[in-house]
């Protein structure tokens, strides 16, 4: 009888820890708190982000997704002044964040659709997609994107379904008492980031933080990083009909970006920006083909004095790059048809 009494304890203390978990999940939040959470770390722009979207009438014209290479490579207000110079709607926002993972993207990019209505969504991509969801998801997604993430094959589903009652609880408490327990949740303007932001030359530093690259790394230093890098790089391992399973948060979530995009009259193309000495060609190619034209950068890729680190451009490589998108985006604002 006593491993009978013993099994029935252990159950009933899991039950038990399962009723708070669950009844900890649905206590109420503040969202603009929830995208506070990140702030002092490599992803603290999400604040500003949400501001953006929420707390700024200004428009969005033109709206970049991505990893930090599209972060360090394109600078939004330098964009939008050229754009502006001809005449065209010049409202640009880079809302790429750090570190690869399309669920985030498509959660900043409904999260601006509520209130906005780009003309155009450019989408920053890699030679390889990353079989993972971004880091931050557990932080920014709103709570039902985090029990049902819309694919069966999301890697980081049990750590964040288990991380969501300990946010909830958090949010709980500092909508309780913002400021003392927690982010503050009025708006203020006077801390406000501006409606658009350069984010290039930021690179992300190995134990966390951001430097501000405007000189381009040491040989040593780039190919350590391209080292570090190509050992990192897992090649497909089920067949390409199975991608939709191996690689499902880079598919399921552009699907989804683009579903959302059109409905609202948006463009979508995609920007491919190598890493030192990387691969110009796509895996996923053929895949972003069916959804737009792919603007491939890939002549920066023979480039060291380009690179502040193997992955990510100086502030003059990132001006030069800007400068070179101006006339694509420029036509795809205006209605010209675009090469694949």
Do not use: C
């Not at 009933?12 to 900890?24: C, D, P, S």
């Not at 207000?77 to 409202?91: C, D, F, M, Q, T």
């Not at 992300?204 to 890098?229: C, D, F, Q």
């Not at 391992?237 to 409905?263: C, M, N, Q, S, W």
């Amino acid at each position: 009888m006593r491993p009978l009494h013993a099994f029935r304890k252990t159950l009933a203390i899991l039950g038990v820890a399962l009723a708070v978990a669950v009844g900890l999940s649905l206590l109420p939040e503040n969202p603009y708190q929830r995208w506070k959470l990140l702030a002092g770390t490599i992803h603290a722009r999400s604040q500003w982000i949400y501001e953006r979207s929420h707390f700024d009438p200004q428009p969005v014209d033109v709206v970049f997704l991505g990893p930090s290479r599209i972060g360090a490579g394109v600078d939004a207000p330098r964009l939008g002044a050229a754009l502006a110079a001809r005449g065209l709607p010049s409202n640009v926002v880079n809302f790429s964040l750090p570190e690869a993972g399309r669920n985030i993207n498509w959660i900043i990019f409904r999260e601006l659709m509520q209130t906005k209505r780009p003309k155009l969504v450019v989408i920053g991509v890699m030679e390889k997609p990353s079989r993972f969801g971004h880091s931050t998801y557990k932080f920014l997604a709103p709570r039902a994107d985090i029990v049902n993430p819309g694919y069966p094959t999301d890697f980081n589903y049990l750590s964040d379904l288990v991380y969501l009652p300990y946010r909830q609880a958090e949010l709980f408490v500092a909508d309780l008492a913002p400021g003392v327990l927690g982010p503050t949740k009025t708006f203020d303007p006077a801390h406000y980031r501006g409606h658009t932001v350069n984010t290039t030359g930021d690179v992300v530093l190995p134990g966390g933080g951001i430097k501000h690259a405007s000189y381009p790394a040491t040989m040593s230093e780039l190919m350590r990083g391209v080292n570090k890098w190509n050992a990192g790089i897992v090649p497909p391992i089920l067949p390409r009909k199975y991608a939709d399973y191996e690689f499902g948060d880079e598919r399921y979530y552009i699907r989804k970006i683009v579903t959302l995009a059109h409905a609202r009259g948006a463009q979508v193309t995609f920007l491919f920006l190598p890493y030192y000495t990387g691969a110009t060609e796509l895996q996923e190619q053929d895949f972003y083909d069916q959804f737009g034209p792919t603007w491939n950068a890939g002549f920066v890729a023979d480039h060291s004095e380009m690179f502040a680190d193997y992955g990510h451009l100086t502030s003059p490589a990132a001006d030069d790059l800007t400068d070179w998108l101006v006339a694509p985006v420029a036509e795809a604002l205006q209605g010209k048809a675009q090469p694949r």
